[in-house]
């Protein structure tokens, strides 16, 4: 009874957004098109199962009379009136399932629309989190000021004679540059003890931070590269499903296309017409095969959106655990108070978008709940309120 009274209530919130949810959090948009869903397909079980239950009342009676009668005109009568119940209660059957997949199908594409544009965010997003040059910046500390400074200060300094310059390649490689500049700073002889103490401590913590760092920032840089690439599949994958969910109805158009010109409502008008001509043939027993048919091609697409929810949950659960290790890794560095005068404002901003990122998974992007009472009520037209 409580769960009843939670539909009555929920269908009146939801009414404004009836067919179309409207609402700034997509998940809440989802939740809210699977609830319609169970509300409207509620609605039409409720209205065939009372038209089937007075056809099942009026085929009772008939069988009751035909097995008290002996006339056979009689008989021949309420045979052909009880064949005509059946057949009611097959147009019934039939009808009912055509109805039951427009609403799911709607709410299919709806559902389709509000994935394709978590999935460009998330392409947008992955794009912006960190480029090869911030984290290259970051995590080389030939890129650094003051450890320029000293290299051009060994360099003007070290003993002609004995000192040696490393090539362009070397010079600009993060472990042989910090090695050969240790190296000859402490060996130079024209530099006194004290001068070589100021010179580290100078770089002390820039050279701490890029060498603790530099693997987990480089980490960073090419799983985002590898999120992106994996985001870029889900993409095609939610386009070609669009392709397969708007075949049946002659739409051909790409979602992309769709989307940029907002023609959503030409889609729902093909599959107007669709309904329509699929009502037509199962009216007519000729063309019942071909109805049945037309329900299949119907029902099939639904069943591909499904199996594309199992996909886009499983990216958005391992793009989560990514960035959950991305913040563990920058939040990984020991020394950060002593040396945060030292380590670059990047540094902080990546850990912000870093920290905003694990926020978006858990809302904006997070996986769609439709299992248990859900998936059979998208899968079949039935719900547990039933």
């Known amino acids: 009874m409580k769960t009843f009274i939670y539909i009555i209530v929920f269908s009146i919130i939801s009414f404004p957004f009836k067919g179309y949810a409207n609402t700034n959090n997509p998940n809440i ?126 360099s003007s300094s070290k003993d002609k004679k004995s000192g040696f310059s490393l090539s362009g390649i070397l010079g600009e490689n993060i472990y042989t540059s910090v090695v050969y500049s240790i190296v000859s700073l402490f060996t130079n002889s024209n530099t006194s003890r004290l001068e070589k103490e100021e010179n580290i401590k100078d770089v002390e913590c820039i050279l701490d931070f890029t ?32 392709v397969d969910f708007t075949k049946p109805i002659k739409y051909k158009i790409s979602i992309k296309d769709c989307r940029n010109s907002d023609d959503w409502d030409t889609v729902r008008e093909n599959l107007n017409k669709y309904i329509e001509e699929l009502k037509k043939s199962i009216e007519d027993d000729s063309k019942r095969y071909k109805a049945h048919k037309m329900q299949i091609d119907l029902e099939f697409p639904i069943d591909r959106l499904l199996q594309f929810i199992t996909l886009y949950n499983s990216h958005i659960d391992q793009g989560a655990k990514f960035y959950e290790k991305f913040g563990i890794m920058l939040g ?55």
């Open 29 to 154: 948009e989802i939740e809210t098109i699977l609830y319609e869903l169970i509300i409207e397909t509620n609605t039409i079980l409720d209205t065939y199962r009372s038209k089937n239950n007075k056809l099942y009342q009026k085929l009772k009676k008939l069988k009751i009379k035909l097995s008290n009668t002996n006339i056979s005109k009689e008989q021949i009568q309420l045979l052909i009136k009880k064949e005509e119940v059946k057949e009611k209660l097959l147009y019934n059957s039939m009808s009912e399932a055509s109805e039951i997949s427009k609403v799911r199908y709607l709410k299919g594409l709806q559902i389709i629309k509000i994935l394709y544009e978590k999935t460009l965010s998330l392409d947008h997003h992955f794009a912006t989190v960190a480029t090869f040059n911030e984290i290259n910046n970051l995590s080389n500390p030939n890129n650094y000021p003051e450890f320029i400074k000293l290299k051009d200060n060994i």
């Open 211 to 242: 060498l603790r760092m530099h693997n987990d920032l480089n980490t960073i840089y090419f799983e985002t590269a590898f999120l992106q690439k994996s985001n870029d599949n889900v993409i095609k994958e939610l386009e070609q499903l669009f």
């Open 332 to 386: 990984s560095y020991e020394n950060e108070a002593q040396c945060a005068t030292k380590i670059p404002l990047e540094y902080s901003n990546l850990k912000d978008n870093i920290n905003t990122s694990i926020d978006k998974f858990n809302t904006a992007y997070k996986p769609v709940e439709i299992n248990g009472s859900k998936m059979k009520q998208v899968l079949y037209g039935i719900n547990e309120y039933d």
